[in-house]
T-cell receptor
Framework: NAGVTQTPKFQVLKTGQSMTLQCAQD?????MYWYRQDPGMGLRLIYY???????DKGEVPNGYNVSRLNKREFSLRLESAAPSQTSVYFC???????????FGPGTRLTVT | QQQVKQSPQSLIVQKGGISIINCAYE??????FPWYQQFPGKGPALLIA?????SEKKEGRFTISFNKSAKQFSLHIMDSQPGDSATYFC????????????FGTGTRLQVTL
């Protein structure tokens, strides 16, 4: 039981490049989330998926897209990376009926 | 818009002392208030949580106090230990949503020997 896994752990991109961050959970959770964490800003919700087949914008969705591939997987795509997207990205999942969120280990992304 | 305000930004406590972190919220339609603990290089992990129908919840050395009328809630860590050194985030969940948490900005706690 690995919980929430994220790949890659680290990534460096040049401005304008694209990439997809992968997230998977093996807890049979309904809801999944993508956050970014910046110094002094806490965690801010980018997108979330309340259940398989649905996605919704969070607080800071601009510049990102998501795909809920199936119940296990929820990916985050940066189509044209910008230096302002330099951050640590966390994926999380939740059973849905309860409120506990379980976080992955994070992806540290640097855009130069 | 910051709906959950957290203070202090950083905190240094001696071993055995009490660590207190405060949060205040601006929206009355929150129905769940968790606290998360994050160690360097790791993802946040749920520490303890409270719902507004109780004023206090205790789990071991960790206690949440909740004041509904003041829209404030706080985390108390009794007998603080060096292993408690981490960043702590409060959060609030809007009523009726599927775990759509709003987080505070975090408090970096350092417990010294």
């Amino acid at each position: 039981n690995a919980g929430v896994t994220q790949t890659p752990k680290f990534q460096v991109l040049k401005t304008g490049q694209s990439m997809t961050l992968q997230c998977a959970q093996d807890m049979n959770h309904n809801s999944m989330y993508w956050y970014r964490q910046d110094p002094g800003m806490g965690l801010r919700l980018i997108y979330y998926s309340a259940s398989e087949g649905t996605t919704d914008k969070g607080e800071v969705p601009n510049g990102y897209n998501v795909s809920r591939l199936n119940k296990r997987e929820f990916s985050l795509r940066l189509e044209s990376a910008a230096p302002s997207q330099t951050s640590v990205y966390f994926c999380a999942s939740s059973p849905g009926l309860h409120y506990e969120q379980y976080f992955g280990p994070g992806t540290r992304l640097t855009v130069t | 818009q910051q709906q959950v305000k957290q203070s202090p930004q950083s905190l240094i406590v001696q071993k055995g002392g009490i660590s207190i972190i405060n949060c205040a919220y601006e929206n009355t339609a929150f129905d769940y208030f968790p606290w998360y603990q994050q160690f360097p290089g790791k993802g946040p992990a749920l520490l303890i949580a409270i719902r507004p129908d109780v004023s206090e919840k205790k789990e071991g050395r960790f206690t949440i106090s909740f004041n509904k009328s003041a829209k404030q809630f706080s985390l108390h860590i009794m007998d603080s230990q060096p292993g408690d050194s981490a960043t702590y985030f409060c959060a609030a969940n809007p009523t009726g949503t599927a775990s759509k948490l709003t987080f505070g900005t975090g408090t970096r706690l350092q417990v010294t020997l």
